[in-house]
């Protein structure tokens, strides 16, 4: 079954400490992103990557790190979390072929809650 | 850049139709529609690309005026499933970057 996975899928953790939220996408896509949602914000792009070792920067990337050390794995770090950091996070994959637009496949999420 | 969607939130009875729209103030070279179940991630429903015609299936269709920047999602003889929030997403180019609206909540009553 194609599928974009996270882990974990809730968290809830203390100001300051280090923390990752693995995604792992089973489909050989080139290309994903990482997204936070707040009410009445919508979806925000956090950083995405093109392809391996390639990444970079969303529209709200302050506070986060990404690698993409491998083609299926585009981990979310947060090296001190902070409680505006609070949020729900959707990992994304899509294919890229030149000149066309492929639909988004969606991680179920991950709930983040820093204290 | 975010694109613009209204209404906010609209609430239906089954039955009836509903069409919300999506805009941008820069060029678009495509438009993608999702629909978000509360707790749940965004679904894909369809993508509509610069010059490309109208999309639809089953009794969820969109369309794409390029000169105006703007896209509308219409739901016809709306069922109880399709209550959620619809996002549109847009890209400025074929650079892949898709920027998407804050939603738009429905809700479809017996």
């Known amino acids: 079954e194609a599928q974009v996975t996270q882990n974990p899928r809730y968290l809830i953790t203390v100001t300051g400490k280090k923390l990752t939220v693995t995604c792992s996408q089973n489909?050989?896509?080139?290309?994903m992103s990482w997204y936070r949602q707040d009410p009445g914000l919508g979806l925000r792009q956090i950083y995405y990557?093109?392809?391996?070792?390639?990444?970079d920067k969303g529209d709200v990337p302050e506070g986060y790190k990404v690698s993409r050390k491998e083609k299926r794995n585009f981990p979310l770090i947060l090296e001190s979390p902070s409680p505006n950091q609070t949020s729900l996070y959707f990992c994304?994959?899509?294919?890229?072929?030149?000149?066309?637009?492929?639909?988004?496949?969606f991680g179920p999420g991950t709930r983040l809650t820093v204290t | 850049q975010q694109p613009v969607q209204s209404p906010q939130a609209v609430i239906l009875r089954e039955g009836e139709d509903a069409v919300i729209n999506c805009s941008s103030s820069?060029?678009?070279?495509?438009v993608h529609w999702y629909r978000q179940k509360h707790g749940e991630a965004p679904v894909f429903l369809m993508i509509?690309?610069?010059?490309?015609e109208q999309k639809g299936h089953d009794k969820i269709s969109a369309s794409f005026n390029e000169k105006k920047q703007q896209s509308s999602l219409y739901l016809t003889a709306s069922q109880l499933s399709y209550s959620g929030t619809y996002f549109c997403?847009?890209?400025?180019?074929?650079?892949?970057?898709?920027?998407f609206g804050s939603g738009t909540r429905l809700l479809v009553r017996p």
């Open positions: 994304a994959s899509r294919r890229l072929a030149g000149g066309l637009s492929y639909e988004q496949y």
């Open positions: 489909m050989n896509h080139e290309y």
């Open positions: 990557s093109m392809n391996v070792e390639v990444t």
């Open positions: 820069k060029a678009l070279y495509s």
């Open positions: 509509l690309l610069k010059g490309g």
């Open positions: 997403g847009t890209e400025m180019d074929s650079s892949y970057k898709l920027i």
